[in-house]
Every structure is written in C-alpha cells, then in structure tokens.
C-alpha cells in the first residue's frame, strides 16, 4: 500500500502555508513514473518570508537564541526519538519518491538516528579557548552561531542529507531554510513537522520546495542569509560560490560529486574485494557521490577480477524497491536514466568492452541493468565524467606507483579505496591519493564522527564529526585589559 501524504505545503514559521503565487508542481514515483501528489511550489517571495522567520528567531532574544546549548541538544534528541518513532512511515515515504530499495531505506533511517543523536551530544561541546596571550591583557575566544543559513538538498539521499545538514546547524545554535530537490520534495515536510513536534521554535527550521532557478537561487542571493550548505552538482555547486561571493560573501561549504577510484591489487582478498567493489558502484543505482566508478584492477589478477565482477553484476536482483528482496530500484527519473544510458553508449562508442548489463529495463519506471564495461581507458568519457548510475567501469594497471598518479589524474577528490594484504601498500596509497576520504580494505563506511569531504573540485569544507560543526560557527576573540601586577 502506498504511503499516506501528510504535508505537501510550505513550512514556514512552523506554519504550513501556500506558496504566495498560489503554484504548485508534480512529484512522482520512479517505479512507473505515476504522480504521487501535487506539492507548493515555492518562489523568491516565499524564501523572503522562510529567510525572514528564520532572521527573527535568530535575534539574540529569541526563544531559541536563549536556550542552553544542552537544552539545543535536547530538542535534536527528541527529534532523534520522533525520527526513530516513524522510521517505517519515513523509510517508505523516502523509497516512494526516490527510489530507494526498501531494505536500505530502513537502514539509511537506523544510522541517521545515530547522527542525530551524535550531533544531540555535540550541542553543549561548542567552546573557544583561553589563550597565553601577550602583554597586558585576558584574551578567550567563543564560538558563535553563523547566522541563517540556506541548506539545499540533492535529491539521492533526502532523508539523509536534511537530517545531517539540519542538525549540524541547529547543534551550532543556527537556524536555516531548506531548499529540497525537486525530484523528492516529501520527506523534508514530514521531518519538518517532527522538528515542531520536537520543540523547535518558531522560524528556527524553514523548508521551501521549489526549483533551483527560482527558489535556489533567490536563497543564494539573498542577503540575510549567512552560509549555504550545498550537496549536489559541481556546475551548480560553482554557481553557488559566484552568488555567495556576488552578494554578502556567504560562507558556503559543497559537497559535490565524485570520480572515486578503487584499487584492487595482486594480493587483495578477492572474496572480499569483488562484492564490496560491486557495491561501491552499484549500490543505490549507482545515485551516490562517493561511488567506486573508477575500477583499477592489478594485471595479474585482471581476468580473474572481471569474470567475478561480471558474475556478481548479473547476479543483482533489479525491481520495485517495495519487494524485499530487491536490491536495486530505479533511476531517480526519466533525466537521470536517459543520462545514463547516455554515458553506455558513449562508452561502447569509444571502445570499452561492454561484459554485461548496458539496457534499460522495461519501457515503464527507470530501470537499468547493472553494467559492466572492462578494457576502459583513462581517456574515455565514463573514465572522466560522473555516471550516477549502476555502471562498473574496470580499468588494468601494473605499479602502484602508476595507478597513483592515475587515480590522481582527475579533478575530483572525494573518495578512494584499496583492497590489500600488504600494509605498506595501504599506507602510501593512503597518503598519496587526493581525495578526502579513503578506505582501506572496505567501502561506503561512514559512521557519525568521521569527517566527509572533498579534495579538488568534490567541494569545500567537511560534514559530519566535530569538522561538520565548525563550518557553522564563527570564532570571535575578546580581549580585556588586566594589568600584570595587583
Ligand atoms: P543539481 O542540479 O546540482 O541539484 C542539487 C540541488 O541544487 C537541487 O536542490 C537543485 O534544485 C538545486 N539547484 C539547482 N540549480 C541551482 C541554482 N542555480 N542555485 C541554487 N540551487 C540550485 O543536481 P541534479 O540536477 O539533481 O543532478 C545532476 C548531477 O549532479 C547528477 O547527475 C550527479 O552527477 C550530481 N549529483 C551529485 C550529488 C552528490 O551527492 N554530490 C547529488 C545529486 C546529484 P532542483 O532540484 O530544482 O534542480
Ligand atoms: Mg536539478
């Protein structure tokens, strides 16, 4: 049965309201492409407002200005209880919109009430320093909140990303307006009514559905917001910079895409490094930005590898995400799915060796085959460009010197893996490859304390841990005169 849609209007002010223009757009369900509900469609004149609220309850005396910060922790910690209360409901919301295999949705659910606790126990260890300083005077320093911020969602992990993204700022005592994807604008709104349910004051937490030209944009060009936080593309991640420093010089932290590359060496545990380098690429169709799309594969167990890799891709089980047994769901829409098909037969043009996969399935819903393409060249466009789909590219090499400089050959730097037994191997790739996170002997590990960001052109500034939190504070020195002597 298909989930209830409770909220498909504005929140704003802890207010469901219409979009001022009174228009409203489709969201569907990428299974069969059907239309899930109709959804405010909000504007400049409505992130006027969100931004407004959001401005009056971060003056310094707002109710939410005035609350300790173990109190601030408190609030996120209930939301964690409410988040964990309807993770069921939520879970099968988010795989409706998006696509989401049903198994994993629940997961994503479990490990982002682990965040939301973390980020919960973070609120009351935001603290500067007292410093040695020189001459006569006492000198600290304090960590403040930013101001209101502008968080725009992508649409690959909702759930995820406004919850990391919302608690973050409201840890560091900010408040925010949320701009979700267009593809999936339904879990925000029900997370939002939990942050009310949680206690959250008015103005505090704002979301504004809508599309990037419209309502994107008029949050990065507005001048009462104090820092974006931006997930997605690196073309819109690039304008989000321009606009920020175009205006009042925003803080503004991007997590953009990937080009990640995996190792797998002569020595690796292939039982091990098959299905993890499977599921680095294909796991959620491919839709993630640390995806293992670069496939580096040692010569000497080069043929070995790719007979594995093709046996494990034609072994994933592909259908309606509902059904437990799925394992991959569809492409997020028709755009996204005819962009990948794209990117297969580029690579079948420019001379990879297509193993298996390369189809859509069906003509209803945006289903493709798990895909495998060996003998891929570091000049071929699926070697260079973000596929964002189920597309394993495999590519042979002899030295780790060589696959180092390889890996490195690209302007992304968001992820990177090994497969070893030998630990000096790991440990030079570790420190040679430029990329922000590295795993060694796994993949897709993430845990709540452990910084996640970009190298190069994958983005700026780090989320999750305690790096996550400073990128919404600002540090501000005082200093008193105290004579040395009495
Ligand atoms: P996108 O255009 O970068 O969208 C991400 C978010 O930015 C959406 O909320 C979008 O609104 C908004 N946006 C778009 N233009 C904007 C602007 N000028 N100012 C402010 N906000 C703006 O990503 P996409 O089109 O959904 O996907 C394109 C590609 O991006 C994918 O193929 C993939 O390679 C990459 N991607 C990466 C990630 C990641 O996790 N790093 C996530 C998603 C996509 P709308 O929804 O209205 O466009
Ligand atoms: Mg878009």
Redesign the pocket.
Known sequence: MAPQIKYTKLFIDNEWVDAKSGKTFETYNPHDGSVIAKVAEGDKADIDLAVAAAKRAFHRNSEWRQLDASQRGEIIRKFADLIERDGQYIAELESYNNGTVMNFASMFVGSFVKTARYLASCADKLHGDTLAADGEVFSYTLKQPVGVCGL??????PVGMFLNKVCTALAAGCTVVV?????TPLTALVLASLLKEAGVPKGVVNVVN????GA??A??HHSDVAKIS????V???K??QQ?AGANNLKRVTL????KSPLVIMNDADLNLAVPYAANGVFFHQG???IAASRLFVQSGIYDKFVEAAVKHAQSIKVGNPTDPTTQNGPQVDET?MT?VLGYIEKGKKEGAKLLCGGNRIGTTGYYIQPTVFADVTDDMTIAKE?I?GPVQSILKFDTLEEVIDRANNTNYGLAAGIFTTNVNTALQFSKYVEAGVVWVNTYLSFTPQAPFGGFKESGIGRENGMAALDAYLEVKTVTVSLPKKV
């Open positions: 725009i969602l992508p649409w690959n992990a701009k979700p994807a267009e593809q809508g599309f990037g030209p994107g944009t949050l990065t931006f997930t997605g593309s073309e819109v991640g304008l989000i606009a997590e953009l895409g990937g839709q993630i930005c996204m962009k973000e964002f």
